[in-house]
């Protein structure tokens, strides 16, 4: 482990004057949504359902929900037995999405209004698993579009950039294009983002009320919480190599760029996308775009901080393959038009803060 106190100082030093992050941000947008800053009565408040809850970015979520919206209104559910610290925070209960009569028994017994659907089975895991990638993330979501219909629910559905393919305009890649992916994980989440516009669901929505949303979010960077099987999972497990053994074993090419965001403007975007007035929704699916690096810019700035950090490369063939045919860029001039939307970490906060936090976790951690 490279020394914690030696780290933190290289950190900071690196960090100098920059403005805190996450700065309660006022701006109106267009349609006047305010960003950041709407508030809620207890009678507004919706009851939260996330499934898929204890993969990367769910137990997040739940935790900015559940600050906004109480904690007893936001309910986690993941088909795994969670660590006890989840148990603690909030509600959490089993919810496997293949079962329906459960996942209806669930809503209509905590009066749900908002459903987060994160259940899925990623890129490279789904290439090496189809059946199960099928089942998951198309029949599973079918379950969890009938169920939202039938109870006239906001659901949110994330999207990826695996939603594109080799011949979508890359760099960057537009809201509406050519979309012909080359994974089942893509696949599913093309057939997600249009599903909604069936005449049988437009007619629910006209009729019940049915709030559909999806974001198609860039490969997500977070500290305390891994990656479920990705083709971006490198830009996760490289920053607790550095801190831990000062080398890498990269499964990607040093030149591969790809769209990344870091999990908190993930998590506001998500929170700001839900809380949107409907009438400031000129569509269904955004794009969502922070930053683009390659392998080789990451490990650049990692070595701004760690200057004896080194990486190799075992390039890994099939998620080589995918990572060729996603976007370098995602364009999201709409949903910053329409919602408000901005990014707050570039590569050198990011790499900042992923490292301050993996050094303090890990101090914290062996001082028990
Ligand atoms: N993490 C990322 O970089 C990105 C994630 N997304 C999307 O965001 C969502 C959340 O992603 P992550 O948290 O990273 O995924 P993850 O792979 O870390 O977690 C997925 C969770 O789904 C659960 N699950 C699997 N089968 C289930 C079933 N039958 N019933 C209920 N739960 C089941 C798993 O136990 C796991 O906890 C996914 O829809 C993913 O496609 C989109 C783009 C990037
Ligand atoms: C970009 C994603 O959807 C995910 N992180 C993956 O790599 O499969």
């Known amino acids: ?36 800053a709407s508030s809620c009565t207890d009678s507004d408040k919706p009851k939260v359902l996330i499934t898929g809850g204890l993969g990367q970015l769910g137990v997040g979520l739940a935790k900015s929900l559940r600050r906004r919206f109480g904690k007893f209104n936001v309910i986690l559910s993941d088909i795994r037995k969670p660590p006890n610290h989840v148990y603690k925070n909030g509600p959490f209960i089993f919810s496997d999405i293949l079962d329906y009569k459960n996942l209806r028994q669930i809503v209509v017994n905590n009066n749900i209004s908002w459903l987060v659907h994160y259940s899925a089975v990623l890129s490279a895991v789904g290439e090496h698993n189809v059946a199960l990638a099928k089942e998951v993330n198309i029949t599973g979501f079918h379950n969890i579009l009938d169920i939202a219909t039938e109870h006239g629910l906001r659901v949110f559905v994330p999207s990826t950039i695996s939603a594109l393919g080799p011949s979508s305009p890359k760099d960057p890649t537009p809201d509406l294009c050519v979309q012909r992916p080359r994974t089942i994980y893509g696949v599913s989440k093309v057939h997600a983002e249009l599903m909604v516009f069936s005449s049988h669901y437009q007619y ?21 919480s891994q990656p479920g099987g990705g083709t971006t999972d490198y830009a996760v497990q490289i920053f607790h190599a550095a801190v831990k053994s000062g080398q890498f074993e990269c499964n990607l090419r040093s030149d591969t760029r790809l769209p990344m965001m870091y999990i908190d403007d993930c998590i506001r975007a998500t929170m700001e996308f839900l809380e949107a007035p409907e009438d400031a929704l000129v569509s269904r699916t955004y794009n969502i775009n922070a930053m683009s690096f390659t392998p080789q810019d990451l490990t650049r700035e990692i070595q701004k901080v760690l200057s004896d950090f080194k990486v190799t490369y075992n390039v890994d063939p099939v998620r080589q393959a995918i990572a060729d045919g996603w976007p370098k860029a995602l364009e999201d001039s709409a949903a910053r038009q329409d919602w408000g939307w901005r990014h707050e970490y570039n590569l050198p906060e990011l790499v900042q803060t992923m490292l301050t936090h993996i050094t303090l976790g890990n101090k914290l951690a062996s001082a028990f």
């Open 1 to 36: 482990m490279m020394p914690v106190v030696q780290l933190l100082r290289a950190a900071s030093k690196h960090a100098g004057n920059r403005p805190p992050r996450c700065v309660v941000q006022t701006t109106s947008a267009a349609h006047g949504v305010r960003t950041h």
């Open 204 to 224: 629910y929505h006209q009729r019940y009320g049915l709030d559909f949303r999806c974001l198609r979010y860039p490969g997500i960077i977070s500290a305390d």
